[in-house]
């Protein structure tokens, strides 16, 4: 089965502060992307990478950046957590034009 | 980005009964994908099925099923012999054939009572 990890469930930051969302994968996937999800808005795209240290912004990628320095490994920054970031942020992965792999989530409320 | 629609916002149905959920969406392209994936309260997303445009058949996967009419841009999802664990919020997905990226409809809420 895949596996798709986030580092945290839950996690609450000041505003101002820079945060890093962790994802993995085990299933050597190609492609890998960083989700938020809002109430009454669906999965909005902010970042998605296709290949080490390769990357593109996705509908919404402002006030975010990623790293991708490993296969395996996608990170979402937020370089000055605001107020209107609080979100669950989703992360995903797939092999190339395929069906897409969610992790659980991680539940960011910034104060 | 393409546009996916959920004209659902939530709904409701006995145990052991069927529902239907809706998705509508606007695209150029010939040929692309369309899936459907749950989100229970514990909220991972899971993959529940995928139709490839090109393909004239409705895909199912045990008690789901859809019903993809390429000419309306519809593609709605059937839950029969609705469970308890069926209850989530679905979401409609569309992806291009030479594309990487999901585009999402806003999700249905979907509550099987006992």
């Known amino acids: 089965d895949v596996k798709v990890t986030q580092s945290s469930r839950y996690l609450v930051k000041r505003t101002g502060e820079k945060v890093f969302l962790e994802c993995v994968q085990d299933m050597d996937h190609e492609n890998m992307f960083w989700y938020r999800q809002d109430p009454g808005l669906g999965l909005r795209l902010i970042y998605f990478?296709?290949?080490?240290?390769?990357?593109e912004k996705g509908d919404i990628p402002e006030g975010y950046s990623v790293s991708r320095e490993k296969k395996e490994r996608f990170s979402l920054i937020l370089e000055s957590a605001s107020t209107n970031q609080t979100s669950m942020y989703l992360c995903?992965?797939?092999?190339?034009?395929?069906?897409?792999?969610f992790g659980p989530g991680t539940r960011l409320t910034v104060t | 980005a393409q546009t996916v629609t959920q004209s659902q916002p939530e709904m409701s149905v006995q145990e052991a009964e069927t529902v239907t959920l809706s998705c509508t969406y606007d695209t150029s392209e010939s040929n692309y994908y369309l899936f459907w994936y749950k989100q229970p309260p514990s909220r991972q997303m899971i993959l529940v099925i995928r139709?490839?445009?090109?393909?004239?058949q409705n895909a199912t996967e045990n008690r789901f099923s859809v019903n993809f009419q390429k000419a309306a841009k519809s593609f709605s999802l059937k839950i029969s012999d609705s469970q308890l664990g069926d209850t989530a919020m679905y979401f409609c997905a569309f992806m291009g054939a030479n594309d990487y990226k999901l585009s999402f409809g806003a999700g249905t809420t979907v509550t099987v009572r006992a």
């Open positions: 139709q490839e445009a090109y393909k004239q």
């Open positions: 990478s296709y290949d080490v240290k390769m990357k």
């Open positions: 995903a992965s797939s092999p190339i034009v395929s069906e897409q792999y």
